[in-house]
């Protein structure tokens, strides 16, 4: 992508921005005692570092796909009640699992992004406490099997547990304790605001190393992007 085309893509309009921070920033997740600095220090990174260091690369990262040092990382910006994160995760990802985490080439690591109100807050908070018990992957690829091919599955505290239970966790009254802590919150607010600060507006959005794909695009899209990048990185 040009210098150009990325000073577009990131130059986020003021409309759009207020939506974002409004309804992801507000009181859905504000924590009681949480702390207002984390948007400014975020910001403070994004600006220091390009976008290919939101990279976290953190070793044992349950929320992560591949080797910590593949030259490829492809951050997934999603919610779970969003029926073209299900198609992606369906259709596409198993294949780039195959041909690219597979090889030691890609990376893929989620970020949450909660836009379609207290149940996908709800189903985020779920998927980091399955996280805890080592079924993360499990966990997403259960709600989004069994998501509608068009619009946004209803998945209320009883159905929640119901996929934990599915994915074999068995602690169920940890699920539900790490559901209700605070870090989770607060690491999913994390999510939030850094994708809204590099103009990310929909689900799902991706970012290989530093180029957009937006939407659960053609596997071609995912495949001419990553090899691209692939070699730029060499």
Same mark, same amino acid.
């Given at each position: 992508?040009?210098?150009?085309?990325?000073?577009?893509?990131? !130059?986020?309009?003021?409309?759009?921005?207020? #939506? #974002?921070?409004?309804?992801?920033?507000? !009181?859905?997740?504000?924590?009681?005692?949480?702390?207002?600095?984390?948007?400014?220090?975020?910001?403070?990174?994004?600006?220091?570092?390009?976008? #290919?260091?939101?990279?976290?690369?953190?070793?044992?990262?349950?929320?992560?796909?591949?080797? $910590?040092?593949? $030259?490829?990382?492809?951050? !997934?910006?999603?919610?779970?009640?969003? $029926?073209?994160?299900?198609?992606?995760?369906?259709?596409?990802?198993?294949?780039?699992?195959?041909?690219? #985490?597979?090889?030691?080439?890609?990376?893929?690591?989620?970020?949450?992004? $909660?836009?379609f109100g207290e149940e996908s807050l709800a189903a985020a908070k779920a998927g980091r406490a399955a996280a805890a018990q080592g079924k993360f992957w499990e966990y997403v690829g259960a709600i989004y099997q069994d998501a509608p091919e068009k619009g946004h599955p209803s998945l209320p505290h009883d159905k929640l547990v119901g996929y934990a239970q599915q994915v074999g966790i068995t602690d169920i009254a940890k699920f539900e304790a790490d559901m209700n802590d605070p870090a989770v919150l607060e690491a999913i607010r994390a999510d939030a605001i850094e994708g809204s600060q590099i103009g990310v507006s929909s689900t799902p959005t991706f970012l290989v190393n530093d180029e957009p794909i937006l939407g659960a695009q053609p596997l071609d899209q995912f495949v001419q992007t990553i090899e691209r990048v692939e070699a730029a990185a060499r």
């Amino acid at each position: 992508m040009s210098g150009a085309g990325k000073k577009k893509w990131l !130059n986020v309009t003021a409309v759009v921005l207020a #939506v #974002v921070a409004a309804f992801l920033l507000g !009181n859905m997740l504000t924590s009681p005692g949480g702390s207002d600095q984390a948007a400014p220090q975020q910001a403070e990174k994004q600006q220091e570092s390009p976008l #290919v260091k939101l990279a976290r690369r953190a070793p044992g990262d349950p929320l992560a796909l591949g080797k $910590p040092d593949a $030259p490829v990382v492809m951050l !997934n910006y999603s919610d779970y009640r969003c $029926p073209f994160c299900a198609k992606f995760t369906r259709d596409i990802e198993p294949e780039l699992i195959k041909r690219y #985490v597979d090889s030691g080439v890609l990376r893929i690591e989620w970020r949450d992004f $909660p836009i379609f109100g207290e149940e996908s807050l709800a189903a985020a908070k779920a998927g980091r406490a399955a996280a805890a018990q080592g079924k993360f992957w499990e966990y997403v690829g259960a709600i989004y099997q069994d998501a509608p091919e068009k619009g946004h599955p209803s998945l209320p505290h009883d159905k929640l547990v119901g996929y934990a239970q599915q994915v074999g966790i068995t602690d169920i009254a940890k699920f539900e304790a790490d559901m209700n802590d605070p870090a989770v919150l607060e690491a999913i607010r994390a999510d939030a605001i850094e994708g809204s600060q590099i103009g990310v507006s929909s689900t799902p959005t991706f970012l290989v190393n530093d180029e957009p794909i937006l939407g659960a695009q053609p596997l071609d899209q995912f495949v001419q992007t990553i090899e691209r990048v692939e070699a730029a990185a060499r």
